[in-house]
């Protein structure tokens, strides 16, 4: 499996996330960035996938720098 956290108090709202993939990112109420299905710990979203690709085609494209991929 492969962990993927997005810290919402880095995100600068680019979209660049939801442009690659609005099925798996959308923004929030407060216009920061989120990924659907994540479980939330205080401002920081957490996810586990098999497939980590599109996450980190996410991770390389956020201007903000706040999605991190760490595989096990």
Same mark, same amino acid.
């Given at each position: 499996m492969v962990e993927i956290v997005l810290e919402r108090d880095d995100c600068t709202s680019c979209g660049n996330c939801v442009e690659i993939d609005e099925t798996l990112f959308t923004f929030d109420s407060d216009d920061k960035a989120t990924m659907v299905g994540a479980q939330r710990d205080d401002d920081m979203d $957490?996810?586990?996938?098999e497939d980590a690709s599109i996450?980190?085609?996410a991770?390389?494209?956020c201007?903000? $720098?706040c999605i991190e991929v760490y595989d096990d």
């Open positions: $957490e996810l586990e996938v996450y980190q085609q991770a390389d494209a201007s903000g $720098e």
